[in-house]
C-alpha cells in the first residue's frame, strides 16, 4: 500500500488532476435550479436549457449562440447557451464575461446565478463561484446539485471540513446520489484519507456502475494505494477493447505524472467523460 505520509506531494499533485476535472465535472454533473437542464460531457451545464438537434461541431454551436446572444443580448437562455458554447470551445473566462452581464442584467434570476457560478468554478474563480451560487438557491427550498458545486468549491479552496457540511446537505436531500459521493470520495483524497476515499467512491461506482468519470475515480484511488492491477481492472471493466485499453493508459498516465498541475490538468481532460445524468 502506499505510504501517505511518504509522498504528500504526490498525492497533493494527483488531487490538482482530479480536482481539476473530476470534481467540477462530478460536482457540476446534472446542476439545475428552476427548470430542466442540459447535461453532457464530461463537465455538465447549471441552469440551462436542452436544445432539441444540438450540433456536434462545437464551432458551429458558437457560430449560432453568438448570433443569439447578440439578437437579443437580455434574454437569459441566449446567454446561457452562449456561456455554454464558449466553455466547449475552451473560452472561459469569455464565458464568464458574458454570463456576469447577463447576470447583472437580470439580477435574483437563479437559473442564470446557477449558470454563471459554474462557469466561474470552470474558470477557476472558486471563492466567487462559491458566493455566487449561494444566491441561485434558498434555504428555504435548497438544491442538492448546487450544494455540491459548492462543496467542491470549497475542497478547492481547502476548506475540507466545511466542504464535506455541503456534501452530507446533499445527501439529506438526495441520499445516496453518486455524484455527490463521487465529490466526498475526491474530498478525502484531498485530505489524504485513501481508505476512506476508496470506500466512498466504491459505494459511488455501485449506485453509477456506467458513469466512467466515477469508475476513473475509483481506479485512480486503487492505484495510489499501489494496487495497479485492480485499478487496471476497474478501469477497464465491461468495456470494448479499445476503449478498454485507453483508459488503462489514461490510468497510467494520471498516476506517474509528476510535472506541474498545470500539465496535470491537461492530461487529467484525457479522462473519460462522466455519462449524463
Known amino acids: 500500500m502506499l505510504q501517505k505520509s511518504s509522498q504528500p506531494h504526490r498525492i497533493t499533485r494527483l488531487f490538482a488532476i482530479a480536482a481539476s476535472s473530476a470534481i467540477l465535472a462530478l460536482g457540476l454533473c446534472g446542476c439545475q435550479t428552476s427548470g430542466p437542464s442540459d447535461i453532457t ?49 475552451g473560452q472561459k473566462s469569455q464565458a464568464v464575461a458574458v454570463l ?18 459554474r462557469a466561474l468554478a470552470d474558470n477557476g474563480n472558486f471563492q466567487q ?34 466542504a464535506r457540511q455541503y456534501y452530507t446537505s446533499a445527501l439529506k ?31 459511488a461506482h455501485g449506485l453509477a456502475a456506467s458513469d466512467q468519470r466515477i469508475r476513473a475515480n475509483l481506479a485512480m484511488v ?15 471493466a465491461d468495456l470494448p477493447p479499445e476503449e478498454a485499453s485507453a483508459n488503462v493508459a489514461n490510468l497510467k498516465r494520471l498516476l506517474a505524472r509528476k510535472g506541474d498541475p498545470r500539465e496535470a490538468r491537461a492530461e487529467a481532460r484525457k479522462l473519460p467523460a462522466a455519462s449524463a445524468r
Request: glycine share 8%; charged share 25%; no cysteine.
Open 41 to 89: 460531457g464530461s463537465i455538465g451545464s447549471i441552469g440551462e436549457k436542452p436544445e432539441a438537434n444540438r450540433s456536434t461541431n462545437p464551432r458551429v454551436d458558437l457560430a449560432a449562440a453568438r448570433a443569439r446572444h447578440r439578437a437579443n443580448p437580455k434574454d437569459v437562455d441566449a446567454a446561457l447557451q452562449y456561456g455554454r458554447a464558449l466553455r466547449a470551445n
Open 222 to 236: 486503487v492505484g495510489l494505494q499501489g494496487r495497479m492491477a485492480e485499478a487496471e481492472a476497474i478501469a477497464k
Open 100 to 117: 456576469e452581464q447577463a447576470a447583472v442584467a437580470n439580477p435574483g434570476n437563479q437559473a442564470l446565478l446557477a449558470g454563471y457560478g
Open 173 to 203: 436531500i438526495a441520499p445516496d446520489e453518486p455524484v455527490v459521493l463521487s465529490n466526498l470520495g475526491l474530498s478525502y483524497v484531498l485530505s489524504k484519507d485513501l481508505p476512506r476515499a476508496e470506500e466512498t467512491l466504491r459505494r
Open 129 to 162: 463561484a462559491f458566493d455566487v451560487l449561494g444566491r441561485a438557491h434558498s434555504p428555504e427550498d435548497p438544491d442538492w446539485r448546487i450544494l455540491s458545486v459548492q462543496g467542491a468549491s470549497l475542497d478547492q479552496l481547502g476548506r475540507y471540513d466545511e
